[in-house]
């Protein structure tokens, strides 16, 4: 069966002050009842015919890790822990390694913790659509129709038809500049939604031949790991590998790989905007999170954490109080929240 590989590494700065660097957004319920980590994993989950998750998290953040799963009665196959971290690419080495070490043939689906995605049936019959050519060795990501020049996604080129809804991969192109993005827009690219479907073999193949340096570190930090509980404790080596990210390492790089195009209610909750984009809306376009009232106010999150929120007489605004912090930012302006957490780290 298919694993499940959650990578659980963000700081989530742009979601101050409900995320932070102890508690960061994959662990908060943003959306309902549940957190982000747990409606990755309880999309592909076992009773879904998935096998129990992997997931490569910090050292620091473990116990929450195990907490999330233990609620959900979810036993997964390991814990990896890093020692720092070193975006997607080691962390995905790492646990390649890992499952390859238990079963050989394993097919990996790498899922970020922290997206939405609206419809989780059509997601599994995108995986399903995928599997034949993951088995057979190429490199599966999942196609989201853009409805903006994003640039802080990765662009891919649909090619010829692989199969039933899978396409080759033409080009993969990284976090574009504007004037790129919009092109790619305008010429059918999909985005990238961080999603992928993969052999551990052929993920640790294209490693090896893409990004070496990366694969070198993870295969000591993999034979050097200690085992406690579920928990596995990547040896010293890991720290040593290049940060990079899988996309810039290898998806840029491999002749390999191919897309399942699907529409399924997809959004990375990167930034408050995003959680308006996603959120319940009432007949004035608001999404009101906990004690949070409006009053002539339209289109706007209003969060409120143990303290009465009221916004009076604004638009597009995001407006969100915490217990010790308060923060008011247009909603054009989301993408700099993480400066203010950088503001307040240097004012100490
Ligand atoms: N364990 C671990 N360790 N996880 C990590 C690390 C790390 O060092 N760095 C990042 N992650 C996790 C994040 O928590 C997130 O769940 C996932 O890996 C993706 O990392 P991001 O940092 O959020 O990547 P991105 O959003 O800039 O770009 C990726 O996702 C986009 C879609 O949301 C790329 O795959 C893009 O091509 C894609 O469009
Ligand atoms: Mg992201």
Known sequence: SVIPVILSGGSGSRLWPVSRLSYPKQFLPLLGDSSLIQDTVLRTAPAQGFGAPMIVCAEDHRFIVAEHMRQLDIEPAAILLEPKGRNTAPALAAAALVAREKTPESILLVLPADHHIADPAGLRAAVAAGLPLARAGKLVTFGMVPDAPETGYGYVKPGESLGDGVQAVERFVEKPDRATAELFVAEGYLWNSGMFLLSAEACLAEIARHAPEVL????????M??????????????????????????????????????????????????????????????VLQ???????????????????????GVENLIVVATEDAVLVVSKDAVQQVKDAVELLKAEG
């Open 216 to 223: 070198k570190a993870a295969e000591e930090s993999v034979a």
């Open 225 to 286: 790991a200690t085992s406690d509980l579920s928990f596995r404790r990547l040896g010293a080596a890991f720290a040593e590998a290049p940060s990079i990210s899988i996309d810039y390492a290898v998806m840029e790089r491999t002749d390999h790989a191919a897309v399942v195009p699907a529409d399924i209610g997809w959004a990375d909750l990167g930034s408050w905007s995003s959680l308006w984009q996603v959120g319940e809306k009432n007949a004035d376009g608001n």
């Open 290 to 312: 906990g004690d949070a009232w409006t009053i002539g106010t339209k289109n706007s999150l209003v969060r409120g954490e143990g303290i009465a929120t009221v916004a009076v």
